[in-house]
């Protein structure tokens, strides 16, 4: 067994390669649609899946995101939430293979089906459970809103690219009906019906190793890492060792 600690960026980072792996991924990307819905983990994700097509030099992940929460301490914003825009590229969408630049999950929803891919990030999830939740800011409830039509009514496949520092371990549900509530303040919280794809899913998907989430927490730029005890096979534990160093120096985000 070998142990690794693995910072919020460097987990996004490995989410996004394997992610690009993905065999329904790749099914979509070569026959049908795939949508990558804007958010800090999915601009890993949308860099590492262009980067495969040969299309990365179009796009950034600077300004992927439609809200990201910040520290309360920062007088701009208030509540710990940005919802700044102005520089928002619009989500990834492709279409056998092709990146559709301005294009967003709005534009598409309606013509997607049975065999597409949507990815969407997540801001909770439970790792027993394996589901996962959205905070809910928009009065029509933003990207999600609009993909649950599609996912539900047509089958199209949810991919919930979602780091472990997000755990919970309540019930999704229960925590549902107890903040969305008339009269409560803040953001609203839907459960969703989709594949969760953590750390851990990353490592056995391009390793074959297990993970196991033993310990977390850090300081000085370690805060919200996780501590991974990896094993399996000689040659499976290696391999996940060569993947995490290539990770684990990734700089955190900044606005």
């Known amino acids: 067994m070998k142990q690794f600690v693995i910072t919020p960026a460097a987990g996004k ?3 996004g390669k394997a992610i ?19 958010g800090t983990t999915n601009g890993y994700v949308a860099e590492e899946i262009l980067s495969a097509l040969g299309q990365a030099k179009a796009f950034r992940r600077d300004h992927f995101y439609r809200g990201i929460i910040l520290p309360p301490d920062r007088p701009k914003f208030s509540t710990g939430r940005s919802y700044d825009e102005s520089k928002f590229p619009g989500d990834v969408v492709i279409i ?4 559709q630049k301005g294009k967003t999950i709005f534009d598409m929803v309606d013509d ?5 891919v949507i990815l969407k990030g997540a801001n909770a999830v439970n790792l027993i459970q394996r589901r996962a939740a959205i905070l809910i800011g928009a009065p029509n409830a933003g990207t999600i809103g609009a993909s649950l039509p599609a996912i539900v009514g047509r089958r199209v496949k949810l991919i919930v690219p979602v780091g472990l520092e997000k755990r919970v371990y309540e019930n999704l549900d229960d925590l549902a009906l107890k903040m969305n509530v008339p009269g409560v303040e803040g953001p609203r919280f839907l459960p969703v019906p989709g594949e969760i794809f953590t750390e851990i899913d990353a490592i056995a998907l391009l390793t074959g190793a297990q993970a196991q989430l033993v310990a977390a927490g850090g300081v000085c730029g370690a805060e919200g890492s996780v501590w991974l005890a990896i094993s399996g096979k000689p040659e499976q534990e290696k391999a996940a060792e060569t993947l995490i160093k290539s990770v684990v120096t990734e700089s955190a985000f900044s606005f």
Do not use: M, N, S, T
């Not at 056998?96 to 990146?99: A, E, M, S, T």
């Open 20 to 38: 690009a792996k993905h065999a329904a991924v790749a099914k979509a990307l070569k026959k049908g649609a795939v949508v990558i819905v804007a």
């Open 13 to 15: 980072f490995l989410i």
């Open 112 to 116: 997607l089906r049975e065999g597409d």
């Open 96 to 99: 056998k293979g092709v990146y």
